[in-house]
């Protein structure tokens, strides 16, 4: 099984509207299970969290003190992307291929099965 990353697709022309708000998963990118999202433009962005640790005695392993969150977008990806999930309340299972060039969306292949 092992670690993977989630990819939120948006309302890209290239995706067929039904899995427009998905969120599948992917082994292709760093597998840290980080946050990708392909925007509306065709490209895709990796969501960078960064949090400061404090110790807590309270706790064995402290607490977060301060957590920021910001966008990057993922301007070196070339070649095909895949990612997979369900949806319609887990009564099918869909795999998107999604096809990049100089870091933009340029094909979207797609194959459904019913669970």
Known sequence: ?????YVRITKHPLVPKKY???TL??????RDMDMYELREDGTLWH???LRRWESDPSTIWGGPKETSRKWLPKTDLDGDLE????YEMDKSWVSLTLV???GILV????EEKVL
């Open 1 to 5: 099984m092992g670690l993977y990353d």
């Open 20 to 22: 427009h708000g998905l």
């Open 25 to 30: 998963q992917t082994k292709k990118l760093g």
């Open 47 to 49: 969501e960078l969290v």
């Open 83 to 86: 990612v997979h999930g369900t």
């Open 100 to 102: 990049f060039l100089d």
């Open 107 to 110: 094909k979207v292949s797609t």
